[in-house]
Structures are given as C-alpha cells and as structure tokens.
C-alpha cells in the first residue's frame, strides 16, 4: 500500500526556503484582526484631547496631537481594507455610514435644535452643510471655529470623511492599480506643501486655512500611503524603534521646538509608528491594551462628538472643568451605549 504524498519530500531544501518566507510574509500584508492594542492607540488620541479641552495642564499641542494620532490610525486601517483586504466599496460605505451617520446625525440635530431654542444666530446653509460633512468650507463667515454653536471640533470628521471619498476613488481608477501607495504619499506630502504656500500668503490664503481636507490630510493619507509600501522594510524594524519615532513625534508638539514640527514633520514619524506597532515590544503593546485605554479607543467616537458642548462651557459650568468633563463622559457613554453600539450592530446585520 501507498504511503500519502508528503509534498515537504518532494520539495528542494531551497524551495522549501522560499515558500518558508513566503508564507512568513503574507501575514504582514493581512489585514489585521481587532486588536486591543489599536484600541489603545485610539484611547490615547481621545485622552489627549480630553486633557487639552477641560485642563489643558501638558506642555503639548496635547489637543491636535490627539487628532493626528486618530488620523494616522484611520489612514492605516482604511488603506488595509481599501487596498489589501480589496473590500467592495457598497461593503466599505455601508460599514463607515452605520459606524458614523446614527450618533453623528442625532449630535447635528440635537445641538441645532438646543441653538435655535436659545436664539443663537445661524442659517440653514450653515445646519446643511454642517449635516453633509462640508461646514469646515461653507460658509466662510461664519467659519467652523467662528460660530457660536459647538461644532468646531468636526473640521476633523470631516477630513476623515473627505478622505475616504478620495480614497475610495483610487480603487476605481484601475490604471492605479498596485501604485496606490505612492499615490497617496505623494498626496500627503503635497497636503504639507500646500499648508506651506497658505502660511506664505497669510491673509491672502483661504479663510479656512489649516482646518482644510488639502491641507490637514497629510497625516491620514502618509500613513495610509506608508502602510501599502512598507512590508519591505517591516522585518527590519526593531522593537524599539516605533517608540524613538513616537516619543520625536511627540516632542514636535511641545512648546519647545519650532512651531511648525508639528505640520512637517509628525506626519512621517506618526506614520512610522501606527504601521510598525505590531513590532514593538509585547509590554508596550500590552501597555496599550490596558482596560482603560481599550474603553477610551472604544467609546472614543461618542466622546469625541458630545464632549464639545461641555468643553465650550466649562468654564461657566457649575462644578468647574472637572464636572463638565464628567457630565460629558455621561452623556458620551448613554450615546454609545443606547445609540451608537445598538444601530451599528443593527444596520450591518440587516443592510
């Protein structure tokens, strides 16, 4: 009787090397699984944020830090799903639409509602385009940071939403195929070199400025350009070199470097650092993966949208910052648990 094939005996030693790397590679280039240490990262963006709105006590740009930590991590999961994982764009938009559209269209509606009951002056042009992602541009006057109704804090949402749509689109331009990478390189450092010509012409710049999608993307589009492009270098990447890149890129927030560090140079090294965690040592990422930060990461979207209105108020706000923050984190946590949590579950198992 015929023993079964053993295909390992019928293999060259050298082949068997090279399937051997091979087989070792295609894990890098895998999307990955949930991660709790991703989440982490994303408890650490909202923390710094946090911290920024209601004390603001760290010697950091602690509050823009934190949304270019959210950035460079959307970058990189998006590209991921986008370019590696090749998931269709009708799977794409409907899992971003339940992820983001319930809790954000309840925020919109309930924080115009609240504006018009106390007669705080605004347009409907200004709730429409507030509602459809576009209130960092129109209109002008008021701008998103001018107006008296807590929404200044979505010029980031927008760049994220913004963002996907471009994204998106590379996937359709089959003639781009296996180049996305660079392209979206390219595109985040020509964000940077438009930021540059902005600050040259001062007053003549658009009135929006630095808040726009062509100028504050860099950091999600570097990352997620970097992410399609550095499997090659990935397995000569020591444990801690993310953590030099992390700890560079928060010294360009501090109040001690130039102020431009921040726009020229954290895009790169926290780019550097979200694509290459999955190689840092088990203790950091198991830092990262602490209960506290995973609830951050997980919450983080309520959070970011409800803490707004107690940030622009705290300081009027009975029981000072520290109460505000609290009730914040109440609110946040009802919209999550009651809103966001139950219509993302329900949307993505029956649409």
Not at 42 to 53: F, N, S, T, Y
Not at 212 to 236: K, M, N
Request: net charge positive.
């Amino acid at each position: 009787m015929n023993s079964p094939l053993n295909t390992q005996s019928i293999l060259s030693p050298i082949a068997l090397s090279h399937l051997s790397k091979l087989s070792a590679a295609k894990p890098i280039a895998a999307v990955p699984a949930h991660t709790n240490y991703l989440d982490g990262w994303r408890g650490i963006a909202i923390a710094l944020v946090l911290e920024a709105h209601f004390f603001n006590l760290l010697p950091l740009e602690g509050g823009r830090m934190g949304v270019d930590v959210f950035f460079v991590l959307s970058g990189f999961l998006m590209s991921g799903i986008l370019f590696l994982q090749r998931q269709g764009l009708r799977k794409f938009y409907k899992r971003r639409i339940s992820r983001i559209a319930p809790v954000f269209v309840m925020f919109v509606f309930v924080i115009y509602a609240f504006a018009f009951s106390q007669d705080l002056i605004f347009t409907w042009p200004e709730f429409v385009s507030t509602l459809t992602f576009l209130r960092t541009y129109f209109p002008a006057t008021p701008g998103i940071w001018g107006t008296s109704i807590p929404i200044g804090h979505l010029w980031s949402l927008n760049i994220e939403e913004h963002s996907y749509i471009f994204m998106s689109t590379l996937i359709l331009l089959r003639v781009l195929r296996g180049s996305e990478g660079w392209v979206l390189l390219v595109s985040g450092m020509a964000c940077i070199a438009i930021g540059v010509i902005y600050v040259k012409l001062g007053a003549r710049a658009p009135s929006w400025g630095s808040l726009g999608t062509e100028v504050a993307a860099s950091h999600l589009l570097i990352s997620a350009g970097y992410r399609l492009l550095c499997d090659r270098i990935r397995p000569w990447v020591p444990p801690w070199l993310p953590l030099i890149t992390l700890a560079a890129a928060v010294l360009c927030y501090s109040k001690i470097v130039p102020w431009w560090s921040s726009s020229l140079m954290s895009p790169f090294l926290l780019a550097f650092t979200v694509n290459h965690l999955s190689e840092t040592s088990q203790w950091f990422k198991s830092l990262l993966g602490t209960p506290v930060l995973r609830l951050l990461g997980i919450w983080s979207y309520s959070i970011y949208l409800w803490q707004q209105p107690f940030y622009n108020c705290k300081t009027v706000f009975p029981g000072g910052p520290s109460f505000a923050l609290i009730c914040a984190m109440v609110t946040a946590l009802l919209s999550f648990y009651l809103l966001e949590k139950p219509c993302r579950f329900w949307l993505n198992k029956l649409w």
